[in-house]
């Protein structure tokens, strides 16, 4: 029986070529972009859980009012970490990190790279597995250093870097292990791993601040240690070191939540990368929704070429049960094609997809966990799309089929409208969504930055270019290449610290303003290309006064409660400062949030991490990057020339927001062209239908329009229902999507015409086809069609 069951299905695919090419190619669009999906999911669900300790892993966390709001943020000082391991029950190890950027050397090779500085106990509580060394000693020495096979190739080629010596700020330093490559799916970014130690080395003496909140602690609770308990323990431990009532709380954040809970909103989580995943998940599912939804409507249709199997089968004493076995297992069968060529297609697919989300997903084909969930997302679907046909094929009652007059009952023509209404509405929600997410994105980049990116380049500070920075900048201008240079504390697209404790004469003791803080030596309005409102900028060889100094943003002014600020006096970093000019807001945070009170303080007491470079117009860029790069290898022979443009920065911002738009985009025209395809399969088979009463109509005079009119009509009715059902929802959907940013664009009327509009002509060229082909047919033959 089982064998008859797969005859007869290969048979009626073979039979039926149009409607089983029409079915497979939807499934394949609709499971292939599911698959692909699910993979970005699984890879966003699956970060840091490859750690063997994942389960009592935390990382410590400040809670504190800012601007009259509870805020968190992920950096505490530096003192936390002994303090929670030496003091409190149920800890059973603490470690602290730091992220750095420093000159590796080996031999004449020198190469810019990323450090993690941590505590030893680092390799005891993450699972990074090393291929060379050992765990409990590799980071016990000052000077010791534990690189990845990466960084192992980029120093040393195919040598063995066991007991070698790399070269960092003039210390010499002995590999003592090597790691295996991070999974791409970890948090932690790094090349090497440097010993805690070697900080102090540096400074001197160990940090013991309990104000400066600079640094990462991790924690590792004990098996039978609840995250509860531990945060009601250490909620208050910053007030009991400091004496202080105003303090910040710690609390501890767990690991499984790192990558996708990071958005906190009044002190509790609120959010994170989790709502982009859930968004794609419910785009997955209406994808392969309207796939099932093709197949059913392509199914029931074509009921009464299989009324009469039915009808014999039930008269020779089948039973309803066997028969929804053969329908589901034919459903099984075209689905299981349309999987197969559905992996074939993200194999091939999956390399273009990674450039649209910008990361580096691949095939699990050696996991058995994915060919397992892939048997069952195949039966899956197969019960989706097959069992509403294989119940309706199943009722049919013999003694109906076999009179002449036999036609599907009404109800099954308003089920499947019902379906090709829920189909359009998810299309027509999703165009919906992509156009105001695009708009969004265009908005935001419209916004002005309030600076001039335009030949803006800065470089990383060293003590090598501290030293020889007043030569070097006098060379860049002298030269013509330059025509202004800046020393910052930060590159001008992040912020730098943010501080509660700038004050100023007349201060509201309850004023708990947070201000963004800047550093400059001279010349950034100019170097920036700010806008400058009230005063000058700094000058110290005009003014050597303004060495304490500042110049304050519009925002600032505002928050001070001053009309006139210039020469007013603040106070911050235990000096007072005078005001001597006012700059128009820029953007040194996110784009699609509000500009913040911004300070920028003059070089007394500051450090400058970045050097500015406004490069003279007008000239070939090229070449002028070319000087540059001469005169740093002249003032900077010991560090590789790296310098960045501040616009590209600056477009770095909308990375995020802009795979989402290509995402959607994407998704939303699969999902019309798989609704078109079920919408084609309809109109074939309702032309087919009707052919004879075409046939009559040209007869009786009713011209080739008035036919086509009449074939679409129907067609068109089911879209405008959809595009009401859809517009309110997708209008919904986006205000509230909308509403997390403060800046953000309005969703205008004529986005709904525009999609209206669209959806209605793509509807007309699908179903105009079958249409106009039936209209122009000869009614002789029509009315001779069996």
Same mark, same amino acid.
């Given at each position: 029986?089982?064998?008859?069951?797969?005859?007869?299905?290969?048979?009626?695919?073979?039979?039926?070529?149009?409607?089983?090419?029409?079915?497979?190619?939807?499934?394949?669009?609709?499971?292939?972009?599911?698959?692909?999906?699910?993979?970005?999911?699984?890879?966003?669900?699956?970060?840091?859980?490859?750690?063997?300790?994942?389960?009592?892993?935390?990382?410590?966390?400040?809670?504190?009012?800012?601007?009259?709001?509870?805020?968190?943020?992920?950096?505490?000082?530096?003192?936390?970490?002994?303090?929670?391991?030496?003091?409190?029950?149920?800890?059973?190890?603490?470690?602290?990190?730091?992220?750095?950027?420093?000159?590796?050397?080996?031999?004449?090779?020198?190469?810019?790279?990323?450090?993690?500085?941590?505590?030893?106990?680092?390799?005891?509580?993450?699972?990074?597995?090393?291929?060379?060394?050992?765990?409990?000693?590799?980071?016990?020495?000052?000077?010791?250093?534990?690189?990845?096979?990466?960084?192992?190739?980029?120093?040393?080629?195919?040598?063995?870097?066991?007991?070698?010596?790399?070269?960092?700020?003039?210390?010499?330093?002995?590999?003592?292990?090597?790691?295996?490559?991070?999974?791409?799916?970890?948090?932690?970014?790094?090349?090497?791993?440097?010993?805690?130690?070697?900080?102090?080395?540096?400074?001197?003496?160990?940090?013991?601040?309990?104000?400066?909140?600079?640094?990462?602690?991790?924690?590792?609770?004990?098996?039978?240690?609840?995250?509860?308990?531990?945060?009601?323990?250490?909620?208050?431990?910053?007030?009991?070191?400091?004496?202080?009532?105003?303090?910040?709380?710690?609390?501890?954040?767990?690991?499984?939540?790192?990558?996708?809970?990071?958005?906190?909103?009044?002190?509790?989580?609120?959010?994170?990368?989790?709502?982009?995943?859930?968004?794609?998940?419910?785009?997955?599912?209406?994808?392969?929704?309207?796939?099932?939804?093709?197949?059913?409507?392509?199914?029931?249709?074509?009921?009464?070429?299989?009324?009469?199997?039915?009808?014999?089968?039930?008269?020779?004493?089948?039973?309803?049960?066997?028969?929804? +076995? %053969?329908? @589901?297992?034919?459903? $099984? !069968?075209?689905?299981? &094609? /349309?999987?197969?060529?559905?992996?074939? =297609?993200?194999?091939?697919?999956?390399?273009?997809?990674?450039?649209?989300?910008?990361?580096?997903?691949?095939?699990?084909?050696?996991?058995?966990?994915?060919?397992?969930?892939?048997?069952?997302?195949?039966?899956?679907?197969?019960?989706?799309?097959?069992?509403?046909?294989?119940?309706?094929?199943?009722?049919?009652?013999?003694?109906?089929?076999?009179?002449?007059?036999?036609?599907?009952?009404?109800?099954?023509?308003?089920?499947?409208?019902?379906?090709?209404?829920?189909?359009?509405?998810?299309?027509?929600?999703?165009?919906?969504?992509?156009?105001?997410?695009?708009?969004?994105?265009?908005?935001?980049?419209?916004?002005?930055?309030?600076?001039?990116?335009?030949?803006?380049?800065?470089?990383?500070?060293?003590?090598?270019?501290?030293?020889? +920075? %007043?030569? @070097?900048?006098?060379? $860049? !201008?002298?030269?013509? &290449? /330059?025509?202004?240079?800046?020393?910052? =504390?930060?590159?001008?697209?992040?912020?730098?610290?943010?501080?509660?404790?700038?004050?100023?004469?007349?201060?509201?003791?309850?004023?708990?303003?947070?201000?963004?803080?800047?550093?400059?030596?001279?010349?950034?309005?100019?170097?920036?290309?700010?806008?400058?409102?009230?005063?000058?900028?700094?000058?110290?060889?005009?003014?050597?006064?303004?060495?304490?100094?500042?110049?304050?943003?519009?925002?600032?002014?505002?928050?001070?409660?001053?009309?006139?600020?210039?020469?007013?006096?603040?106070?911050?970093?235990?000096?007072?400062?005078?005001?001597?000019?006012?700059?128009?807001?820029?953007?040194?945070?996110?784009?699609?949030?509000?500009?913040?009170?911004?300070?920028?303080?003059?070089?007394?007491?500051?450090?400058?991490?970045?050097?500015?470079?406004?490069?003279?117009?007008?000239?070939?860029?090229?070449?002028?990057?070319?000087?540059?790069?001469?005169?740093? =290898?002249?003032?900077?022979?010991?560090?590789?020339?790296?310098?960045?443009?501040?616009?590209?920065?600056?477009?770095?911002?909308?990375?995020?927001?802009?795979?989402?738009?290509?995402?959607?985009?994407?998704?939303?025209?699969?999902?019309?062209?798989?609704?078109?395809?079920?919408?084609?399969?309809?109109?074939?088979?309702?032309?087919?239908?009707?052919?004879?009463?075409?046939?009559?109509?040209?007869?009786?005079?009713?011209?080739?329009?008035?036919?086509?009119?009449?074939?679409?009509?129907?067609?068109?009715?089911?879209?405008?229902?959809?595009?009401?059902?859809?517009?309110?929802?997708?209008?919904?959907?986006?205000?509230?999507?909308?509403?997390?940013?403060?800046?953000?664009?309005?969703?205008?009327?004529?986005?709904?015409?525009?999609?209206?509009?669209?959806?209605?002509?793509?509807?007309?060229?699908?179903?105009?086809?079958?249409?106009?082909?039936?209209?122009?047919?000869?009614?002789?033959?029509?009315?001779?069609?069996?």
């Amino acid at each position: 029986m089982l064998r008859n069951y797969f005859k007869i299905a290969f048979r009626n695919l073979l039979r039926t070529k149009t409607f089983s090419f029409i079915n497979i190619t939807g499934l394949v669009l609709g499971m292939s972009c599911c698959i692909l999906i699910c993979l970005w999911i699984y890879n966003e669900v699956s970060f840091d859980q490859f750690h063997k300790h994942k389960d009592y892993l935390y990382q410590a966390w400040n809670r504190g009012t800012f601007d009259n709001k509870l805020q968190c943020w992920n950096t505490v000082p530096t003192p936390l970490a002994p303090a929670l391991k030496s003091d409190y029950a149920g800890i059973q190890n603490t470690c602290r990190t730091d992220s750095r950027w420093f000159v590796t050397t080996v031999g004449e090779k020198k190469l810019s790279t990323q450090a993690l500085v941590v505590d030893p106990s680092f390799l005891s509580m993450f699972s990074f597995p090393l291929i060379k060394g050992n765990a409990a000693t590799a980071l016990k020495d000052v000077f010791s250093i534990v690189i990845t096979e990466k960084m192992a190739t980029k120093m040393f080629g195919s040598a063995d870097p066991m007991d070698q010596i790399i070269s960092i700020n003039k210390d010499r330093f002995k590999v003592t292990g090597i790691l295996k490559d991070l999974p791409l799916n970890s948090t932690f970014k790094f090349e090497y791993l440097l010993p805690w130690a070697y900080y102090i080395y540096l400074s001197g003496h160990e940090n013991q601040s309990w104000t400066d909140n600079n640094i990462n602690v991790f924690v590792q609770l004990t098996s039978h240690t609840t995250a509860a308990a531990v945060d009601q323990q250490i909620r208050d431990i910053i007030k009991k070191h400091t004496g202080s009532k105003e303090e910040n709380e710690i609390f501890l954040h767990p690991l499984s939540k790192w990558h996708l809970y990071s958005k906190f909103e009044n002190g509790v989580i609120a959010g994170g990368r989790i709502e982009i995943v859930r968004l794609f998940g419910i785009i997955a599912t209406f994808i392969l929704l309207i796939a099932c939804i093709n197949f059913m409507n392509l199914s029931t249709a074509r009921s009464e070429k299989r009324a009469r199997e039915v009808g014999i089968r039930k008269a020779v004493g089948a039973r309803q049960q066997s028969l929804v +076995f %053969q329908f @589901l297992l034919e459903s $099984l !069968l075209l689905v299981t &094609i /349309a999987g197969v060529i559905a992996i074939i =297609a993200v194999f091939f697919t999956l390399p273009v997809f990674n450039v649209l989300i910008n990361q580096e997903l691949v095939l699990p084909v050696t996991n058995r966990v994915f060919w397992t969930t892939l048997v069952g997302f195949i039966l899956l679907t197969g019960l989706l799309a097959g069992s509403y046909p294989a119940f309706f094929l199943s009722s049919f009652h013999p003694a109906g089929i076999f009179r002449r007059n036999f036609k599907k009952g009404r109800g099954t023509v308003n089920h499947r409208k019902i379906l090709v209404v829920l189909q359009f509405c998810i299309a027509i929600t999703l165009i919906i969504s992509t156009i105001v997410v695009v708009r969004q994105l265009q908005y935001a980049r419209n916004r002005s930055a309030g600076y001039t990116g335009d030949l803006l380049l800065y470089h990383w500070n060293n003590p090598s270019l501290d030293k020889n +920075f %007043q030569s @070097l900048k006098n060379e $860049l !201008l002298s030269a013509g &290449i /330059a025509t202004s240079v800046t020393r910052t =504390a930060s590159q001008l697209t992040e912020p730098f610290s943010s501080s509660t404790s700038v004050t100023w004469s007349g201060k509201d003791p309850n004023d708990n303003t947070d201000f963004e803080r800047g550093a400059q030596d001279e010349g950034l309005i100019r170097t920036a290309g700010l806008k400058l409102l009230h005063g000058r900028d700094l000058d110290l060889a005009k003014f050597p006064a303004d060495s304490t100094a500042a110049i304050i943003n519009v925002s600032a002014m505002k928050a001070m409660g001053f009309t006139d600020p210039i020469g007013h006096v603040i106070h911050e970093f235990n000096t007072d400062y005078h005001i001597v000019g006012v700059f128009n807001d820029f953007i040194f945070g996110s784009p699609y949030e509000q500009t913040h009170p911004m300070v920028i303080f003059g070089p007394k007491n500051m450090f400058f991490s970045v050097i500015h470079m406004r490069l003279a117009p007008g000239g070939d860029v090229v070449k002028q990057v070319q000087g540059v790069e001469k005169l740093f =290898a002249k003032y900077n022979p010991d560090y590789p020339f790296e310098y960045h443009f501040v616009n590209k920065d600056y477009e770095q911002k909308f990375q995020d927001m802009s795979i989402i738009a290509r995402l959607t985009t994407f998704f939303a025209v699969l999902t019309v062209l798989i609704s078109c395809l079920g919408l084609f399969g309809l109109a074939s088979y309702m032309a087919e239908e009707r052919i004879k009463e075409i046939g009559i109509r040209k007869v009786l005079g009713a011209s080739v329009v008035r036919i086509i009119g009449l074939l679409t009509k129907d067609f068109l009715i089911l879209v405008g229902i959809a595009l009401l059902i859809a517009a309110p929802i997708a209008w919904y959907a986006m205000h509230e999507w909308l509403l997390q940013y403060a800046y953000r664009t309005m969703i205008e009327w004529w986005v709904f015409v525009m999609t209206g509009l669209l959806v209605i002509a793509i509807s007309l060229l699908t179903t105009g086809y079958h249409a106009c082909k039936a209209a122009l047919m000869n009614p002789v033959k029509s009315l001779k069609a069996d």
